[in-house]
T-cell receptor
């Protein structure tokens, strides 16, 4: 089975802190994605990566950056966390072929105080 | 730009009954995929069913089936014999065949009444 794991289920940080959210997949997927999920807004794409060291902005990249140094790992970075970044963050991955079903991690609930 | 619209933020259905979740989308493309994803309270999102736009036959997975109306750009999900474990947030999603990104609707929260 495909497995996508995220480093934390719950995270509490203070305004201005640098925050790292880690995502690891074990299926050699080319593509990896970071979304944030907010009530009434659904899933919004922050960034995605289609290969190591390659990245592309999604719909809401402001305030975020990403890193993909290895194929299996995709990190989301909040350089200076703000309260409006309190949200559920979902990581996903898939192959770069076929119907491109995305496989999701369990999510990280981030609270910024 | 492609969009996906789910007009029902919440729905309820009696256990063992049938429920239909609505989804419409907007695209000028002809080659694409449509998906329904389920997110139970534990938060792990999983794929329920998928439909390839070039296939006229509606997809079916056990108690889950879709009504795909390409001309109307409609993609509804029917859940038969609803079970308590079907309670979840359901997301409709679209992907153009030449794009890696999936566009999600805002979701429909489904409650199952015992």
């Amino acid at each position: 089975d495909v497995k996508v794991t995220q480093s934390s289920r719950y995270l509490v940080k203070r305004t201005g802190e640098k925050v790292f959210l880690e995502c690891v997949q074990d299926m050699d997927h080319e593509n990896m994605f970071w979304y944030r999920q907010d009530p009434g807004l659904g899933l919004r794409l922050i960034y995605f990566s289609y290969d190591v060291k390659m990245k592309e902005k999604g719909d809401i990249p402001e305030g975020y950056s990403v890193s993909r140094e290895k194929k299996e790992r995709f990190s989301l970075i909040l350089e200076s966390a703000s309260t409006n970044q309190t949200s559920m963050y979902l990581c996903a991955s898939n192959w770069d072929r076929g119907d491109n079903e995305q496989f999701f991690g369990p999510g990280t609930r981030l609270t910024v105080l | 730009a492609q969009t996906v619209t789910q007009s029902q933020p919440e729905m309820s259905v009696q256990e063992a009954e049938t429920v239909t979740l609505s989804c419409t989308y907007d695209t000028s493309e002809s080659d694409y995929y449509l998906f329904w994803y389920k997110q139970p309270p534990s938060r792990q999102m999983i794929l329920v069913i998928r439909q390839e736009a070039y296939k006229q036959q509606n997809a079916t997975e056990n108690r889950f089936s879709v009504n795909f109306q390409k001309a109307a750009k409609s993609f509804s999900l029917k859940i038969s014999d609803s079970q308590l474990g079907d309670a979840a947030m359901y997301f409709c999603a679209y992907r153009w065949n030449r794009d890696d990104k999936i566009i999600f609707g805002k979701g429909t929260r489904l409650h199952i009444l015992p």
